[in-house]
């Protein structure tokens, strides 16, 4: 009797061409990403300031495209609102505080020169210590200049990044159009990027979306606020360079856990120690129970229930935002760690059904 042979074993198929093809399409493609990539990466601010404020302007966009049936007219004049809203205040506002810093560097220079300084810092037995401290150590006349030379290299430091914010701001109004004109395809396409369902990519880009308009509204507008109350306070009582406090203190709101309480406390104690009692206590009142305070009224109202993410790590994604990204850092690091909360959560829902599944019934 004959036993039952065992069937041969098949070797592995070779190559074919179709399958080298496949592979050699993966290699080329992901070299292509990768080039993009670093091709895009010197607009990074540019695009996610282009995508904030279409997320911003969208309501206006839809309007005018209530108005306007062709999409690219309702698209530009969907930009030209923007530009008159946004980029025509922040420029005049710039212009206007590049020409205060370089008057009150030239009254700081002079006062140097002039010995003015010195003998203001002689009436405060603290300030005249330190400061002799530092003449000994460095030199009276060394330490006053370098101290002028070095905020006459940041003012010319500061001028450069203007001017290469003012490109990136151009960049971003170019993207901004096709944005308006053309979001259907974006969110499609982002959709078909995302390896999701289409509700799961969904819900996904709506956390994104609101992440955005929680960091613009909760955070932009109302740092914006307060720097123009700190600074109208600052007019008031006739201090120095009151735009520049203002906008130091609407820098300092942005980040979480910090405050405007750097440049008014300051200032008051340094109007306390002039003798100016009234003026120091207006400016503590004003700073504590209005600028400090005026967030806590004006985010719910402004944001709602759209930030979902804890203190702790919003500030974390702001601070490494703006560390690894600059100035786009403090939307891109929020977006960033929404991002990935929601693919977490997408990967928590599949794993809960797949448990469900595999349960007896």
């Known amino acids: 009797m004959i036993a039952n042979a065992s069937p041969p074993v098949q070797a592995e198929p070779p190559l074919t061409r179709d399958r080298l093809s496949s592979v050699a399409l993966i290699i080329?493609?992901?070299i292509g990403v990768v080039l993009c990539l670093a091709?895009?990466?010197?607009?990074?601010?540019?695009?996610?300031?282009?995508?904030?404020?279409?997320?911003?302007?969208?309501?206006?966009?839809?309007?005018?495209?209530?108005?306007?049936?062709?999409r690219d007219v309702a698209a530009g004049l969907a930009l030209a609102i923007v530009v008159v809203a946004i980029g025509l205040?922040?420029?005049?506002?710039?212009?206007?505080?590049?020409?205060?810093s370089a008057d009150q560097l030239e009254k700081f220079q002079q006062q140097v020169r002039s010995g003015e300084l010195?003998?203001?810092?002689?009436?405060?037995?603290r300030l005249a210590g330190a400061y002799d401290w530092v003449s000994r150590t460095v030199g009276q006349k060394e330490a006053l200049q370098n101290v002028a030379q070095g905020l006459q290299t940041r003012v010319g430091r500061w001028l450069r990044t203007a001017a290469f914010g003012v490109v990136q701001f151009l960049i971003a109004l170019f993207v901004l159009f096709f944005l308006f004109r053309d979001r259907k395809e974006a969110v499609e396409?982002?959709?078909?990027i995302l390896p999701l369902s289409k509700k799961e990519a969904d819900d996904v880009i709506a956390r994104v979306h609101d992440m955005v308009y929680a960091t613009l509204y909760g955070t932009f507008v109302v740092a914006a606020i307060q720097g123009a109350l700190g600074?109208?306070?600052?007019?008031?009582?006739?201090l120095p360079a009151p735009l520049f406090a203002g906008l130091l203190m609407a820098l300092l709101s942005l980040i979480p856990s910090s405050g405007t309480f750097f440049i008014w406390l300051p200032a008051a104690g340094a109007l306390a120690s002039q003798g100016e009692a009234g003026k120091a206590i207006l400016l503590g009142v004003w700073g504590l129970?209005?600028?400090?305070?005026?967030?806590?009224?004006?985010?719910?109202?402004?944001?709602?229930?759209?930030?979902?993410?804890?203190?702790?790590?919003?500030?974390?994604?702001?601070?490494?935002?703006?560390?690894?990204?600059?100035?786009?850092?403090?939307?891109?690091?929020?977006?960033a760690f929404a991002f990935t909360l929601a693919l977490l959560d997408v990967l928590r829902k599949r794993t809960e059904g797949h448990r469900s599944a595999q349960q007896p019934t």
């Open 28 to 30: 080329v493609t992901a």
């Open 39 to 70: 091709v895009t990466a010197p607009f990074v601010p540019a695009l996610t300031w282009a995508v904030a404020l279409a997320v911003l302007a969208n309501p206006v966009h839809k309007w005018v495209r209530r108005k306007v049936s062709n």
């Open 89 to 100: 205040p922040t420029f005049l506002l710039g212009r206007r505080l590049v020409a205060q």
């Open 118 to 125: 010195e003998a203001t810092i002689r009436q405060h037995p």
């Open 189 to 192: 396409a982002a959709r078909w």
């Open 231 to 238: 600074g109208l306070m600052f007019w008031i009582l006739g």
């Open 289 to 335: 129970l209005v600028v400090s305070s005026v967030d806590n009224l004006l985010f719910p109202v402004l944001v709602g229930q759209r930030m979902r993410m804890h203190t702790v790590p919003v500030f974390l994604a702001t601070i490494g935002g703006l560390f690894l990204f600059g100035a786009a850092g403090i939307i891109l690091g929020p977006v």
